[in-house]
């Protein structure tokens, strides 16, 4: 689009419904007109939808007979470059506009702006009985000197539940007032003074300043061991960004690792920046949605997602933790936040920061290509060094098969305790144990809807399947030669290793920190402060534990299965589980004490531990490079999954199979295709599932392709296809 134009007569609309809808609709614009991306309601069959305003109504059309456009809703017009961003999201990942609008305007639906809505800002007299939480809010108020702020909002910041502030209204120390629309986010000090940076540091923060003042686009892979001062660098660019008076979004891979970083911004610019994810109430994520569009909201934090608010003017994008998995959307909309996001920059004239310890393969050759700019801290702040690196040989361990601590690291963190120091022990597996056999039939216990064996979880004495979600007591006879009490557990999930953790150190105060064990963003938040404060000797932690938070009284790192992931023929293993450990191993150490990874291992030999032990990572991402290279796969080949799910595996092969005969659209670009074979997991739910791929060289566009083979059929009955470009796993 250029140009936005006005219509007063036909004009074509892009609406949101969840029917299979491939076209954009005509309609009559409404009386007195409208201009080019104006969001409006829309009569859809019996209902009444929403739409946006794309470009002139298709002709042929008699003006008189077209359904006229309702109403113009109360929001800011959509930008160019956001339709511009939906249509080719939309094209890469073969998503019919509909469904990217819907991404798009969640948030505010077909509601309008409040006309009026209650804040909340700093009364009268301070009221003679005082408790801590009431305390906290009176100085966070005192703090912003005057501001309103929502009622979810000063809650937030003050740290307490909404009934303390409106007990403060009925005091009047606080006062409740109607304000008119949303209320902006409070303005953040870009030249309030960082920390005074290292040398490695400073360059790098004045590369990315310097691109920020350039005004164009760039992406910049920001590579550093944690603890090196990325964030600390990157808080240098939105300084920059703000101080341009453009928005700055900060995307990270976990909830729980937000509220960390909203207290480092407010430490750093004097005001917490918008929060989005899906811990956000819908008021908060509708205001912020509004706000983003009129440019009122400088700082946005939040989950991937958040690349689809409707920015007036985004500066920066900052990916971190850029390597993690979860920026991969699984469900709906199939597509990269990390790729999105680089897209979303390149139409805005923004930069782009990708930060990690462990850059994605696909980041690391995008550098060496020369199409991003990379910067490396190598040393971690203060006198701090990257923890050395040690195998235990598990062949010459002398282990009963029950046990799973070796000797050796048994007393690695026997000596690290005694010193009042932490030790970290990391197996990648929720529950207690991942199968359940029976010991007189030879029976497992399996889920009745996938393809997946169910998991013991014995805080919860339940089993769950980690596919669908399904859950049943554990039973005491085995489901299917009914002998009582022979169900045994075979081999460690977390909970089991925290019980022999317990046996082998009664004394040691224990934590264990997995995903399904926290109801609330909060209670995870509140174990991770208690172990950052040394509340724990031990922590017995899956994947989570890798991601970003810092632990300053960790020095050993004890994984207890390093071989764990290096399975399967998933050709990104090797990649995934040199991060994981990486990024596990680098928790330990911090400025006084070095620290120490001990990785049990049966495969020695192998190069990903190989790698992990010499520390040698360029080499790795060269030596996985090749050998992708050669088998031309990305980031050197294309490569797209189909997915065909129905609730027969013959309905699923049928349509598989005809595709496969049918691979014309495919073979004139030279792309082939491969399947259908069962999926990875052949049943989820009920629902079988059969997958195709497709190869193609790097230089063919490959969605048109696609997008003609697929056409050519159309699912019958149950059976549903979904295309996922760049599939995670192959
Ligand atoms: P990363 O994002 O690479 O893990 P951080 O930016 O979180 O690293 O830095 C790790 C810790 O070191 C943080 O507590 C941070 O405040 C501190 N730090 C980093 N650089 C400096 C600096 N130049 N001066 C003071 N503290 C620093
Ligand atoms: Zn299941």
Redesign the pocket.
């Known amino acids: 689009m250029a140009e936005p134009v006005f219509f007063d007569q036909g004009a074509r609309v892009a609406v949101l419904t969840t029917q299979p809808l491939d076209r954009m609709l005509t309609y009559r614009a409404p009386e007195g007109g409208c201009w080019q991306g104006a969001f409006v309601e829309v009569p859809l069959g019996p209902r009444k939808v929403m739409g946006v305003i794309w470009g002139p109504g298709e002709t042929g059309f008699d003006a008189a007979k077209l359904r006229a456009v309702i109403r113009v809703l109360d929001l800011a017009p959509m930008r160019p470059e956001m339709a511009a961003f939906l249509t080719r999201v939309g094209d890469y990942t073969l998503t019919p506009m509909p469904q990217m609008l819907r991404l798009a305007t969640r948030a505010p639906g077909l509601t309008d702006p409040p006309s009026m809505q209650k804040v909340y800002r700093r009364g009268g007299e301070v009221p003679a009985r005082m408790t801590d939480a009431r305390r906290r809010v009176i100085e966070t108020l005192d703090d912003y000197g005057g501001l309103a702020f929502t009622l979810s909002e000063l809650a937030g910041m003050a740290g307490v539940s909404t009934s303390v502030i409106k007990g403060l209204v009925g005091q009047g120390a606080v006062r409740e007032e109607e304000s008119p629309r949303d209320l902006p986010y409070p303005r953040l000090d870009p030249d309030a003074p960082g920390?005074?940076?290292?040398g490695d540091?400073a360059v790098a923060a004045k590369v990315l300043r310097d691109g920020i003042a350039a005004g164009v686009y760039g992406t910049t892979l920001l590579r550093?061991?944690?603890?090196?001062?990325?964030?600390?660098?990157y808080l240098e660019a939105v300084a920059a960004c703000l101080a341009r008076g453009r928005q700055a979004l900060v995307l990270l891979p976990e909830i729980a690792l937000t509220s960390e970083f909203l207290t480092?911004v407010e430490a750093r610019f004097g005001a917490r920046p918008a929060e989005w994810h899906s811990g956000v109430t819908m008021t908060e994520r509708r205001r912020l949605w509004r706000m983003a569009g009129e440019g009122a909201a400088p700082l946005v934090v939040g989950a991937r997602s958040a690349l689809f608010l409707p920015f007036r003017d985004l500066g920066l994008v900052v990916v971190?933790e850029e390597h993690d998995q979860s920026y991969k959307q699984e469900d709906g909309v199939l597509y990269s936040a990390r790729d999105m996001a680089v897209l979303r920059a390149s139409l805005t004239d923004a930069q782009v920061v990708l930060?990690s310890?462990t850059p994605s393969l696909e980041s690391w050759a995008n550098a060496e290509a020369g199409k991003y700019r990379r910067l490396d801290?190598t040393a971690?702040?203060?006198a701090a060094v990257m923890p050395e690196m040690r195998a235990i040989d598990m062949r010459v361990e002398d282990l009963p098969g029950d046990r799973w601590i070796s000797p050796t690291l048994q007393a690695a963190v026997g000596a690290r305790i005694a010193k009042g120091e932490q030790a970290l022990l990391f197996l990648n597996r929720r529950g207690y144990a991942p199968v359940t056999i029976c010991r007189a039939c030879g029976h497992q216990i399996g889920c009745d809807h996938c393809d997946a064996r169910m998991v013991e979880h014995r805080f919860l004495k339940r089993l769950v399947c980690h596919q669908c979600g399904e859950t049943r007591p554990m039973p005491d006879a085995c489901p299917s030669c009914e002998a009582e009490g022979r169900l045994a557990p075979v081999g460690p999930g977390v909970e089991r290793l925290a019980e022999e953790v317990a046996g082998l150190f009664p004394e040691a105060r224990l934590a264990v920190l997995s995903s399904d064990l926290f109801g609330s963003a909060r209670a995870l938040k509140e174990m991770i402060d208690r172990i950052a404060a040394g509340g724990a000797d031990i922590v017995i932690g899956t994947q989570m534990v890798a991601k970003?938070h810092?632990f300053p009284h960790l020095t050993l790192v004890g994984v207890i299965d390093a071989d764990l992931g290096l399975q399967g023929s998933d050709l990104r293993a090797a990649e995934k589980t040199f991060q994981l450990l990486r990024q596990v191993a680098g928790r330990a150490g911090r400025v006084e004490t070095p620290g120490l990874a001990l990785m049990q291992t049966f495969q020695l030999e192998h190069p990903v531990i190989r790698a992990i032990l010499s520390g040698d990572e360029e080499g790795f991402w060269r030596a996985e490079a090749a050998e992708r290279k050669a088998a031309g796969v990305p980031p050197y080949g294309r490569l797209a999954g189909v997915v065909i799910s129905a609730s027969t595996a013959e309905a699923a092969f049928d349509l598989g199979n005809a595709l496969a005969r049918a691979d014309g659209p495919l073979r004139q670009v030279g792309a082939q295709v491969y399947g259908p074979a069962p999926a990875p997991i052949a049943r989820v739910r009920g629902r079988h599932r059969v997958r195709l791929l497709v190869k193609a060289a790097k230089d063919v566009a490959i969605q048109p392709a696609l997008r003609a083979w697929v056409g050519q059929f159309t699912p019958k009955g149950d059976t549903r296809l979904s295309v996922d470009i760049d599939p995670q796993s192959f």
């Open positions: 920390k005074t940076l290292t540091q550093g061991v944690t603890g090196s001062g990325k964030t600390e660098v480092r971190d930060a310890a801290l971690r702040f203060g970003g810092n």
